[in-house]
């Protein structure tokens, strides 16, 4: 599996007794979006609100928390962040870390740059199906603040991406954001902010509140290895998808 995004790790601890030591990048994010599914699932009145602000299906609004749950982590893909451990990058990437790219500022706020200077620049959200236009880039801000804010507060709102990541990870995230959309986002969910018409903007500030603490509570969950348990070797996303969701109504 030649995947660049499986060249990532999100999750790391020192090996114990050979178990796995590091949890695939891609798999983390999804456990987080399965576990924040999961809750809205339980969550009637929350995940109702949601969708009469948005004027969406509850099928529609389950399918866009996972896309955008699954983005918390995009500031992993950092070599900033990857140089953390230069062991995983070399079974990882075969290579040394880039002396170049120190990890001095927070992945939360790596996340939201790299969203916000880059990946939308770059015509992400045309490329997954999403109405590209200002106002819709403005609204997106602030589910990426709230999904990228997961420790608890807002990330720093500007930066300079090319600091922290090299030429690759930003096209692994940008691929692995098209990936993403394929898998989780549904034509209805991607017409979310054209539905919700004029207000989304404003539905959107007022939803961010809420949408940081379904995801606060959905990386902590998600993170805990009695129910995912890491995983070092690569497989279909759609399958781990699946078994994600399984953990995550445990969990």
């Not at 403005?138 to 030429?167: E, I, N």
Request: glycine share 6%; charged share 25%.
């Amino acid at each position: 599996e030649s995947k660049s995004y499986y060249r990532y790790w999100g999750k790391a601890q020192p090996s114990e007794d050979g178990l796995a030591e590091f949890h695939l990048l891609p798999f983390h994010c999804l456990d987080v979006a399965a576990v924040g599914v999961a809750y809205l699932k339980q969550s009637s009145s929350l995940l109702k609100s949601c969708c009469q602000l948005l004027n969406c299906t509850e099928q529609a609004f389950l399918k866009w928390s996972a896309f955008l749950l699954a983005l918390h982590d995009l500031g992993k893909f950092s070599e900033a962040f990857q140089s953390q451990r230069p062991d995983l990058i070399l079974e990882l990437q075969n290579r040394a870390p880039n002396p170049g790219k120190q990890y001095n500022e927070r992945h939360d706020s790596l996340g939201f740059w790299l969203w916000d200077n880059d990946l939308v620049d770059d015509g992400v959200l045309l490329k997954i199906g999403i109405d590209d236009t200002r106002k819709t880039r403005r609204a997106l801000k602030c589910w990426l603040l709230a999904v990228t804010g997961h420790h608890g507060m807002p990330p720093k709102s500007t930066g300079t991406v090319d600091f922290f990541f090299l030429r690759e990870d930003k096209q692994t995230a940008h691929d692995f954001v098209q990936v993403l959309a394929e898998l989780l986002l549904t034509e209805e969910a991607k017409r979310i902010p054209i539905q919700a018409g004029a207000d989304f903007e404003w539905s959107s500030k007022t939803l961010s509140w809420w949408f940081a603490g379904v995801t606060v509570l959905a990386d902590w969950l998600g993170s805990n290895t009695q129910f995912f348990p890491y995983r070092e070797q690569p497989e279909e996303l759609a399958e781990y998808w699946a078994y994600a969701q399984r953990q995550a109504d445990k969990a």
